[in-house]
């Protein structure tokens, strides 16, 4: 590449998502006179507000979106550069963007994010929702809506199937149960009431403000109804790209076409085999696939068998890592998941190139405590180390694995329920050595606990349950609690007073 560099910065990072953002935030404030600039493709940016150490290792922060110019007001020697990347050349250490400029780096740190997984490319009649773009689209489409198929069983999936309203929704989950990435059937059972049970009249308000900018068993099922009256929110559209802020179904009315309230019936352990038009569907040979009476735009051929007519279908798959633009003519190393790996430094396999959030893969040793998920929390720890790694390198300094990645730990919210998730608190990889301690009060808190040789190694709470601060000591102390046995949950003993 011949052309000039525009400009070298000590500095760049490309995304203006929340690992980019806190990335740029953490080296401006290490390195105050660096010379740094933010490549990012929307107008906005997402911030961290509000931000909340709750425990040793759990926090709480609300995601806002912001105008890019509230961090240049900040941080006088940032420059945002508002186009998306062409490519990289790391040999000459530089970055292309798509409106033909050059930029030079010393240190680069990738936080492109992910992209959805769509079930297929160039549906109509399929809808990904990843960024506040895609959720207009849906809102709009459900209006006129009486039947929509929602596939997936992630965070998305879960809150839409809540907060949809007026529309029957048939919810397809390739696994035994509802929510499996975040939790286990014990707390999906609890959680199921929830769909039958009358939503709460107006939750609390929303605390992110929105900018707008136009433009741009297997075979088993069950049903779930539940009736009320609707209720009104405002909206307003934001920027293309960026991922969801958690709260990202609040002030989008979700309603259907229909009177009926919420309707959910669950498919479970399928997949999708094939989505149709009616007419492919009237030349199928198999005359099995005959829908219900009357006509859908598109129908859905599920692994169990079962087909539906739907009015559309959304894709709530999970993410891709964004790494496209990055990885033609260098040598990133990369890993299964699609993610660029990086070492415990956050670095890349190619020199002075970090990278952060959805787009990179942990490839340390993890502590036995920890797992990497696609999570906003990550985003935010994994940006704020990536600038204290490229400031202690860029002065000469050591730096040791950041005491966030001993314990995986997550704060959100379900069907209106707080969710404290902490360690392994799916078994993950524990094998067959694993005990669970269960305790839960229906409509009120459900609490896990998950032992491995008499140690807590993790724990699902929901609900109020006060618990938290408790778990995590027992989690990190690993103290033996084979002399405590069930009495560990025992409503009537405030646990704290042993462990303090």
Not at 78 to 84: D, G, K, M, P
Not at 221 to 242: K, L
Not at 338 to 362: F, K, N, R
Not at 470 to 485: A, R, S, V, W
């Amino acid at each position: 590449m011949a052309e000039k560099k525009e400009k070298i910065f000590q500095f760049v990072i490309v995304g203006g998502g929340i690992a980019g953002v806190t990335c740029v935030e953490q080296l401006t404030s290490q390195i105050p006179s660096a010379d740094v600039a933010l490549i990012t493709a929307g107008p906005h940016i997402k911030a961290v507000t509000n931000y909340k150490q709750v425990s040793k290792t759990l926090e709480e922060f609300d995601v806002e979106e912001k105008p890019s110019s509230v961090l240049e007001e900040k941080f006088p020697n940032l420059t945002v550069i508002h186009s998306a990347v062409k490519s990289v050349h790391t040999e000459t250490h530089s970055v292309e963007t798509t409106d033909g400029r050059v930029f030079g780096y010393e240190k680069l740190c990738i936080c492109s994010g992910g992209r959805p997984k769509l079930l297929t490319q160039k549906n109509p009649y399929v809808l990904g929702i990843r960024d506040t773009d895609s959720a207009q689209e849906f809102q709009k489409r459900l209006c006129k809506a009486k039947r929509i198929v929602i596939v997936g069983n992630g965070g998305i999936a879960l809150e839409l199937v809540y907060e949809v309203e007026g529309c029957e929704v048939i919810w397809a989950v390739k696994d035994k149960a509802i929510g499996n990435t975040f939790f286990d059937a014990g707390a999906a059972q609890f959680l199921i009431p929830s769909l039958e049970a009358d939503k709460p009249e107006v939750a609390a308000p929303c605390k992110r403000t929105r900018y707008t900018t136009e433009e741009p068993a297997p075979g088993a099922s069950q049903t779930f109804t539940a009736d009320r009256s609707s209720r009104g929110h405002g909206s307003g559209p934001t920027e293309p790209g960026s991922a969801l802020g958690p709260d990202w179904h609040e002030g989008i009315a979700l309603r259907g076409a229909q009177q009926v309230s919420r309707r959910v019936s669950v498919e479970y352990q399928c997949e999708v085999e094939k989505i149709l038009t009616s007419e492919e569907l009237l030349n199928s040979p198999q005359q099995t696939l005959r829908p219900e009476s009357g006509s859908w735009p598109v129908y859905i051929q599920l692994t169990n068998g079962k087909t539906f007519g739907c009015d559309f279908i959304v894709s709530a798959t999970g993410v891709v890592p964004n790494t496209e633009p990055f990885l033609h003519g260098n040598n990133f190393s990369v890993a299964d998941d699609g993610g660029l790996q990086v070492d415990d430094h956050m670095m890349t396999s190619e020199p002075d190139v970090y990278a952060a959030g959805d787009v990179c893969t942990a490839c340390w040793e993890h502590s036995p405590l920890w797992q990497q998920m696609r999570l906003w929390t990550q985003a935010r720890q994994m940006g704020w180390y990536a600038g204290r790694c490229m400031a202690a390198e860029a002065l000469s300094e050591p730096i040791e694995l950041d005491f966030c990645f001993e314990l995986f730990s997550h704060i959100t919210k379900f069907f209106n329920y707080k969710v404290v998730l902490l360690g392994k608190f799916n078994g993950q990889g524990l094998g067959p050595d694993q005990e669970l301690l269960l305790r839960c009060t229906k409509g009120q808190e459900y609490v896990k606990a998950v032992l491995s040789g008499g140690r807590m190694v993790g724990a699902v709470l929901i609900g109020e349950t006060d618990l938290e601060e408790t778990f995590e000591n027992l989690i990190l102390n690993q103290m033996d609690l084979t002399p405590y046995g069930e009495e560990l949950l025992n409503p009537n003993i405030d646990i704290e007073d042993y462990f303090d």
